[in-house]
C-alpha cells in the first residue's frame, strides 16, 4: 500500500531541491544584472511553469482629465483577472501527510508548496542591517496590477503593522526603523520600479504576514499623477524637504535625497505621527518610494499618514493602497465596469475616492512637521 506521507515527503524534498537549484541560477543572474535581472528572470520562470499567466492583457485604462485642465489627471485601470484573487488561486485544505500553518497563511512558504500544487517558487533576499541580516523572499504576484509585480515577504510569519504590543514592558514597540531600512535597501536594487509598503489598515490585502510590493513602471509613460504633482514643489520644511505634495486630494510627504537623508528624515517624521495618536490601534500609513530615472543614489520617497478606520474608498469596492494613491484607481468587478461605460466616474470622482481615505489629523501633522503646531487654528 502506498504510503501518502512517504510521498510528501517525496515532494517536499523535490520542491526543496528546484528551490535550490532556481536559486543558484537565479544568483548567478543577480551577479550579471542586479535583483532586476533576478525579478525578470524569476517572472519567466512562472510564466513558463504555468503559475502566472500573461494577465495584464485584458487590462483597460481610462485617463480621467479634469475639465480645462488636461494637464491634471487620474487613471482608472479596469482589470477583470484581479476579481479572482478573493476566490483564491490555490488549495484550500492540505493534503494528507502535510499541515497548513498560521491558518494557511498565503504567505508562508510551507503552505504556498501545497497551496499553490507546487508550481510557485520564490527567491531569497537576505538584507543586512545594524540589527542583523533579515530573510525576504522575492513572489511573483500572480494577480498583477502593473508589469512584473512581486511580493517580497519576510521568510517568517510576523505581522504587516509597524507599531507592536510590547509583551514584556507593555505599551507599544515601533518598527518603522527595520521597515524603512529594508524598503530603501531593496528600493535601492530596484532601479526602473516602484515600491510600496501599505500598513495593516491602509489597503495590505494580507495584514498577517509582513510584506512590500514591487513593479516595473511602464516604459515611456511619464509619472503617476502623484509625482507629477510633486514635481512642482510645495510646501517645505528646509530646502531638504520634506515637501507636502501640492494640489493632491490627500496629504502626501515627500522626502527626496540619498537614502541616508530620507532615512533619517523618514523616522523623524514617522515619530510625530506615532506621538498623535493616544490609540496606538488606529495608526497606520503607506510608503511609496522610486529611485531617480537618471541619478540612481536619490530617492523619491512618499509618506500617507492613515487612520486605520478611513481605509475604503466611497465609490469603489478595493481597499486604497499604494497605487490609488499614486493616482490609479484599479476596477476589476463588472459593477464598478458598467460605472465606467455609462460615464459615471470621471476627475472630480476619483479625487473623492482618494480624499475619502485622509486620515482626520493629517493637515494637523503636516503642521506639526513644520513646527507650527501650538500656534494658530490647531492650538
Ligand atoms: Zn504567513
Redo the contacts with the bound molecule.
Sequence with gaps: MTDPYGMAKFNRSRFEDFWQVLGDQLNSIRARDGLVGVVEALKMEQLDRGFIQDDLSGVIKYRMIKDKDPEHYFIVQYNPRRAQRFSGAGRQTPPSGSAA???G?????D?IRWQQRGIEYGYDVHIDSPGGQRHYIIWVNPFPLMPNHITV??S???PQAWLLPNTEMGGWVTRMDEIGHDFLSILGQMPGYLGFYNGDGAGAT?P??FHFQFFKRIEGQDGFPLERAARQGGECRSVDGPWLVPGYPITAIHFRGTREQVETQLLEIVGKWEKMFSDPHGITANLIGSLDAQDHTIFDLYFIPRDKTFNRGAGMVGVIAGLELLGEIVYSTEEEKRSLDRGQVNYDFVERIIASVEAPRAREFWNIILGKQGSGRYA
Design positions: 500553518s498560521h491558518g497563511c498565503f504567505l508562508c512558504r503552505n515577504a519576510t517568517s510569519h510576523r494580507i498577517h504576514h
